[in-house]
């Protein structure tokens, strides 16, 4: 009689992560460093066994869990010491953290991607497994510092998802002001907590039920809350890192394009190229000879009616402040006209009184700065002064201000240019694909399809007139993403640019009748 297949043994994985996990799920990588013998032991017996290479040793689906639970989050601490000291999993060589396959299990090569959402998302469907995983990140749950077991995965998940929700920065509620604070996991991975949905409002439902469901609170007292998002923070989860984030953070956008949405989440309004900087790389030609028209009550109108009341409007250029009369007067417009979401301003900075003074009028505003100018990186720096004034109001008025990302886009100005390789969207993860952004209503009076393109006026991107009903604009937008991914993408990659280098140079060679 042959003997029982020996089940997989997490002892030596137990033993390391007590020995480098502080108090607060953080990880001491210079203890881990020394302990790296203990790492690559247990990584080698990741990839000498998993549940689809020796389905035997893993007899239930607590034990096939349990062990991707505890692969990826050995395989991120393998791959973030091997590169140590860094400051953020995007700080890598290479920039594919999570998609490049450098590791293996059970003898097949996967990436971290793979195991997240091939596997453990794909597989499951345990919405709890985003508060075991651990991305190496501070916004990121608190790593256990022991090893997930199968006998006890039920209850241990939801202990870490009770655990979670029980911090502030991820769940918070002020009931004077009528919202909820949650964290940004919620709105990575909104279908795992919502479950099968299509829309908006659905997923914040299912976002909330799941909530209530982990924290005792009743749904029918949070469900009437506004859900906000936090902030996500991708800095090292490292134990020896100064925990405070800078008083200027990277922006992420709340809202998404969902099937079953009956309007738009978000419209950006442009009214021109005018700008007091002349960037190299600006997608909109921005400039001091560029153009500028003012909003009318008209095109105002036709925001108010084509955006969902509690979405977000976003005012981009050319730079909003060289006109901040204008630009607070249609702030002021909206809101008569029953806007109630969340107003974004894109603004390089340089005039910042004056972008303090928009912030002041409105707690619903942000205001996001443009990366390259904020760091001095490819372009001339804010002035010291301007620096300092906005990252004294930032410090006194958290989550107001934020910073873009630093990607360039070969779009507008940028098409003709070389980026550094840490500059390209590929480097980060979208790759080279149309962004798929919301549209824009321009002050000229038309709907455009693409917030980049915005100043070519190819009828590829011609959404409809100020004048046009809500629900066709809306669905000339669907059809829009529909040909942007079933013909823009394939025509750019068969060419071998990306769809922003397409739209710039080639457009003209598809034909707009295929969505319009």
């Not at 590169?83 to 953020?88: F, G």
């Not at 916004?139 to 006890?152: L, S, T, V």
């Not at 769940?171 to 829309?199: H, N, P, Q």
Request: with cysteine; proline share 5%.
């Amino acid at each position: 009689m042959e003997p029982e297949p020996a089940a997989f043994e997490y002892g030596g994985w137990t033993r390391l992560l007590a020995d480098v996990v502080s108090a607060d799920g953080k990880i001491d990588y210079e203890a881990l460093s020394v302990r790296r013998n203990q790492l690559s032991e247990f990584v080698r017996q990741v990839a000498e066994a998993s549940p689809d290479s020796h389905p035997d040793r893993f007899p239930s689906d607590s034990a096939a869990l349990a062990y991707w639970i505890n692969a990826y989050n050995a395989l991120v601490l393998d791959a973030v010491i091997d590169e140590y000291p860094l400051r953020s999993v995007w700080k890598t060589r290479d920039g594919q953290f999570f998609q490049r396959r450098r590791h293996v299990a059970g003898g097949s090569a996967v990436s971290l991607d793979d195991i997240e959402h091939r596997i453990l998302r794909g597989r499951f469907a345990e919405p709890r497994i985003h508060f075991a995983i651990n991305c190496a990140s501070g916004g990121c749950p608190p790593m256990r510092p022991k090893a997930y077991e199968p006998d006890e995965l039920e209850e241990t998940l939801s202990e870490a998802t009770r655990h979670f929700l029980a911090s502030d920065w991820n769940c918070r509620i002020d009931r004077d002001a009528g919202k909820i604070f949650v964290s940004r996991l919620f709105k990575m991975y909104a279908e795992d907590f919502a479950g099968d949905t299509e829309s908006t409002d659905e997923y914040r439902v299912g976002v909330l039920r799941f909530v209530a469901q982990h924290t005792g609170e009743r749904f029918e007292d949070i469900e009437g809350l506004e859900l906000v998002y936090n902030t996500y923070d991708w800095g090292l989860n490292d134990s020896n890192r100064d925990p405070r984030l800078r008083p200027i953070t990277f922006h992420e956008s709340v809202e998404a394009f969902h099937d079953g949405d009956t309007e738009l989440r978000e419209l950006l309004l442009y009214d021109g190229n005018f700008c007091n900087r002349d960037c190299s790389w600006c997608t909109v030609f921005g400039s001091p000879k560029g153009w500028h028209r003012e909003y009318s009550e008209e095109v105002l109108d036709a925001a108010a009616r084509h955006v969902a009341r509690d979405g977000n409007i976003k005012f981009y250029g050319g730079e909003p402040t060289l006109h901040t009369r204008g630009l607070l007067w249609a702030m002021r417009h909206l809101r008569k006209r029953g806007f109630q979401g969340v107003f974004t301003i894109y603004s390089n900075g340089v005039r910042a009184q004056h972008l303090i003074r928009v912030l002041e009028s409105d707690v619903k505003t942000e205001a996001v700065l443009n990366y390259s100018i904020y760091t001095g990186r490819d372009a001339d720096p804010l002035p010291d002064h301007a620096k300092e004034s906005l990252e004294a109001w930032s410090r006194a008025n958290p989550m107001r201000i934020f910073s873009g990302y630093k990607v360039l886009y070969e779009s507008g100005a940028g098409a003709a240019q070389e980026f550094d390789r840490d500059r390209q969207s590929d480097y980060h993860g979208p790759g080279k694909a149309c962004l798929l952004c919301f549209p824009v209503l321009r002050s000229t009076g038309d709907f455009h399809a693409c917030p980049f393109a915005v100043e070519n006026d190819a009828p590829h991107f011609r959404l409809g007139e100020v004048g046009a009903p809500p629900a066709r604009v809306f669905a000339n937008y669907k059809a829009f993403r529909r040909w942007a991914v079933e013909v823009l993408d394939p025509a750019a990659q068969a060419r071998g640019v990306s769809s922003c280098a397409f739209c710039e140079r080639h457009v003209a060679e598809l034909d707009p009748a295929a969505f319009v």
